[in-house]
């Protein structure tokens, strides 16, 4: 019999998931209690929120734009065939706010921001650092950990509405400009099909909930990891899968729920 199929074993690494899983869901939750600790420190948040942020919006831009391009070729050749070619410009809108705008840039925020918030966390970690500051008398929870967690989840809903509105102007430049449908159309059936509530706020409460376990899932990982070069290497590309992984579950789920609400 191999080795790992000997209950000790197998007893020890469900032992050591159930601990890791404990220790995840007292961190998730003591961050979520210093809230008001993390705003009482503004400069502390404006500057992590700047640095996820801005550093993060070419991406998103660029990104965005490519995807609106490919929606504006795609929807308009498979409306044409219906002769509800007019459509375009809800289409494009619909599937960006809902679907595409909160999940692509949840990806791409994982890639880009989740994988700096691990690598900075682990080389503090790798430092001493944050040993230091604990024998100083100073939370390293709440000075370093708190500020990024709620920076990430401030950030990512901005960066998803910024990703759809680039996506839904190159959606126009492609439908409109290149292609030749009725502005007015595109602009009117967008105007009249997407609600307020419905469509904006689902898209916003994906992206607060992604901007939530992205970069809770990049702390943990470079809280957790081990304090060597491997180990944060480690540490982003677990980073990376995990938090990819995540969105796209927590994506299905809440689709889910918002059909059916």
Known sequence: MMHWLNPA??????RSKLADLGYAARL??????LLGTTLRRPHLLTEQIFFLGNYSLAIIMVSGLFVGFVLGLQGYYILQRYGSSEALGLM????????????????????????ALTAGIGLMKAGEQLAAMEMMGV?????????????GVIAMPLLAAVFSAVGIMGGWLVGVVMIGVDPGAFWSQMQGG??????????ILKSLVFGLTVTFVALLQGHE????PEGVSLATTRTVVMASLAVLGLDFVLTAMMFSI
Do not use: H, K, M, Y
Not at 139 to 151: H, I, K, N, Y
């Open 139 to 151: 939370d390293p929870v709440a000075r370093v950990l708190a500020p990024r967690f709620w920076g």
């Open 9 to 14: 074993n197998i007893g020890f690494a469900v």
């Open 28 to 33: 998730f939750v003591r961050l979520l209690g």
């Open 92 to 115: 494009v809108a619909l599937s960006l706010v809902r679907e595409l705008g909160p999940v692509v840039a949840a990806l791409l925020f994982a890639g880009r921001a989740g994988t």
């Open 225 to 228: 990891c081990q304090p060597t």
């Open 194 to 203: 997407v609600e307020v509530f419905a469509d904006v706020g689902n898209g």
